[in-house]
């Protein structure tokens, strides 16, 4: 492919973008391949270089985003897409590839209406885009939060505690739901089934009264989990723990399946290219099995029947 493309990672980082970023540009060859430093931002301020696949292959492994990251709300603002879309031309950038979760994606829809020739590629750990079972990131952040959901086990176990993890998710609970499957977990609480605070703390002291330890998982935001351990422990007698599992769930290598996710995602991203197929954003089924929607599609709500199922099959897992 002789024309230039540029790529660009926005939002929350995750764990295969530099996977990503590296097999691009080796399907591409990387003569034509540009990278902008910081996303969005880095766009507007034409932070934008030779892609050096070396130093690529060298890091595709790593966790995080060699190409680095940024919020940038100042995207919304059409003169400041302009002057995005004019640093591109100006280096005669034809395409761009944006690898980021639906805001990111959402902002490469908005650019294309400055004339530059898109392709979203779904990457966030939440798993929260529409019309795709994977994005970018979910597979290894589901291991870093099962195997840390195992450590608290172990240590509530000891103490004989009631422990609450948060896992981030936003308003999907895939992360949560998921994770929990083969983890020990006793009781969930997600968005799409939340439970009441009163009805949390019930069910989690009932159940510590029948075992020695309690481990339920929550997804952020839903409540104030130290606030809520106090309450139980008030309440109950029985010790109680909260853990925010925070940003070590970004962190990490990328796991053998998110590497193969984001292979296919590379190859069907060249294959798009080269057929001058743009405007659109990648989605995969379970079996990597890669389509592209058109990209205004992003703003959609993701339908969560999967993780409906799921927590369905965690219940009765657990005799519920």
């Known amino acids: 492919m002789n024309k230039k493309v540029a790529i660009l990672t926005s939002g929350g980082d995750a764990p295969g973008m530099n996977n990503f970023i590296y097999e691009l540009t080796r399907l591409l060859s990387q003569d034509n391949v540009f990278v902008v430093e910081e996303g969005y931002k880095g766009l507007v301020k034409n932070n934008i270089k030779k892609a050096d696949i070396d130093l690529f292959e060298e890091r595709r492994f790593n966790g995080g985003t060699i190409i680095y990251s940024a919020r940038y709300p100042e995207f919304k603002d059409k003169e400041v897409r302009q002057k995005a879309a004019s640093n591109l031309k100006q280096r005669e950038i034809e395409y761009l590839v944006v690898v980021g979760g639906d805001g990111s ?20 750990i939440d798993n ?13 952040a589901l291991e870093t939060i099962s195997n840390a959901l195992g450590n608290i086990k172990d240590t ?16 999907c609970g895939d992360l949560a739901v998921n994770s929990s499957l083969g983890a020990q977990v006793d009781l969930i609480s997600i968005p799409e089934n939340k439970i009441t605070e009163q009805e949390l703390i019930e069910k989690s002291i009932e ?20 606030n809520l351990a106090k309450q139980i422990e008030e309440k109950s007698g029985f010790e109680s723990r909260a853990t925010v599992l925070g940003h070590i769930q970004r962190g990490g290598w990328a796991s053998d399946s998110e590497m193969q996710l984001t292979k296919a995602f590379a190859e069907k991203t060249t294959e798009l290219l080269k057929e001058n197929k743009t405007n659109l954003y990648l989605v995969s089924d379970l079996e990597l099995n890669i389509e592209a929607l058109p990209i205004d599609q992003i703003t959609k709500p993701k339908e969560n029947t999967t993780t409906l199922s799921n927590l369905e099959l965690f219940e009765r897992l657990n005799g519920r």
């Not at 994606?105 to 966030?124: C, Q, R």
């Not at 159940?207 to 130290?226: A, F």
């Open 105 to 124: 994606i959402t902002g490469a829809d908005l650019l294309s209406e400055e004339g530059i020739k898109v392709i979203g590629v779904p990457a966030t």
């Open 128 to 140: 929260d885009i529409f019309g795709t079972e994977l994005t970018i990131g979910f597979q290894t």
């Open 156 to 171: 509530s176990e000891s103490h004989g505690r009631i422990s609450i993890v948060e896992v981030m998710g936003r308003e």
């Open 207 to 226: 159940l510590r009264n029948n075992k020695r330890s309690v481990l339920v998982v929550v997804t952020e935001g839903m409540y104030d989990v130290h």
